[in-house]
């Protein structure tokens, strides 16, 4: 089952995605994809619904944020040997944790705001997993029964911000639209093994990231294991698993994104996702901004 959100930015409504990819209006269902839908039984109920008896939404709608609501974005580095070798860094004894705030995410398809001064915009697709259920010191077994499903993701990562200006790694990684989601949340039933699914990233049509989730050095299950020994995980937090090799700032020359730019990312299941960079001071930049405000 996937599921979507469509529509406006701020006036998102529920959806399903049918067998033959279009968007289904479930609105008259449910009155959002947020954490309560998340619940075993409430996706239970819409398993057994046929979103071909769903009407259509228009063609072209916007995709949103899949789940609304997401209150912790929990982030692993250096979780795939080959990205590690290439950054130059050491094999770590335990994963790397970071967070991204609820300001970095956006929907799946909206541009990425080039951050004021930034010059080292770099890329990194991931897998993310959803949280179905509390879970606090579970372990891997456990753990694996906690997650609800999965999304496709992309780990921006401002560089200079990152590793040049002290402190903590939120500064190059929690910056305004940095964690695109989606385009649709996939139940973990549709999903045979999180560990064997290709996982691609395209700069302007060229490929640079090409790998497999089954070079992850920690799996899915494990990682919400120990994540959750640091922090209670609750029904719809996300744990984003980390990138394979191919970013830019790990190529020789170093290459990062420029405004204009179309970053295309995707991973098996789970659909494709793209993105254009827009400068701090464009329209699409203080659309986001005053979106942003209003909800405060």
């Not at 959100?5 to 995605?17: C, D």
Request: contains cysteine; hydrophobic residues 40%.
């Amino acid at each position: 089952m996937k599921l979507v959100r469509f529509g406006a930015a701020g006036l998102e409504k529920p959806g399903m995605i049918g067998e033959d990819g279009s968007v289904r209006d479930l609105s008259g269902i449910v009155a959002d994809v947020n954490r309560s839908t998340l619940a075993e039984s409430a996706l239970e109920d819409l398993r057994r619904i046929d979103p071909g008896s769903l009407p259509a939404a228009p063609a072209n709608v916007r995709l949103g944020i899949p789940i609304d609501g997401i209150r912790k974005c929990v982030c692993i580095g250096r979780n795939y040997a080959e990205h590690i070798a290439e950054s130059g860094d050491e094999l770590p004894n335990e994963p790397i944790m970071f967070m991204k705030v609820d300001t970095s995410l956006t929907g799946p398809n909206d541009p990425i705001i080039m951050p004021k001064g930034a010059a080292c915009l770099d890329w990194e697709v991931e897998l993310a997993v959803v949280i179905g259920a509390a879970c606090s010191c579970v372990d891997s077994i456990t753990a694996a029964r906690r997650i609800a499903g999965y999304m496709l993701a992309n780990d921006y990562s401002e560089r200079e911000f990152q590793e040049r200006r002290e402190g903590q790694w939120v500064k190059g990684k929690g910056c305004d639209t940095f964690a695109p989601v989606g385009p649709w949340f996939v139940s973990a039933d549709e999903i045979r093994d999180p560990q064997k699914l290709g996982i691609w990233l395209e700069v302007n049509g060229k490929r640079q990231q090409d790998g497999s989730t089954s070079q992850m050095i920690t799996n899915c299950a494990s990682l919400v294991a120990y994540v959750s020994q640091f922090m209670t995980l609750r029904r719809g937090d996300i744990i984003l698993t980390g990138t394979p090799s191919g970013v830019g700032g790990a190529q020789k020359p170093p290459k990062f994104l420029n405004v204009g730019d179309k970053v295309r990312a995707g991973i098996d299941g789970l659909g494709i996702q793209q993105q254009t960079i827009v400068s701090w001071s464009s329209p699409e930049a203080c659309a986001f901004r005053c979106l942003v405000n209003e909800d405060a």
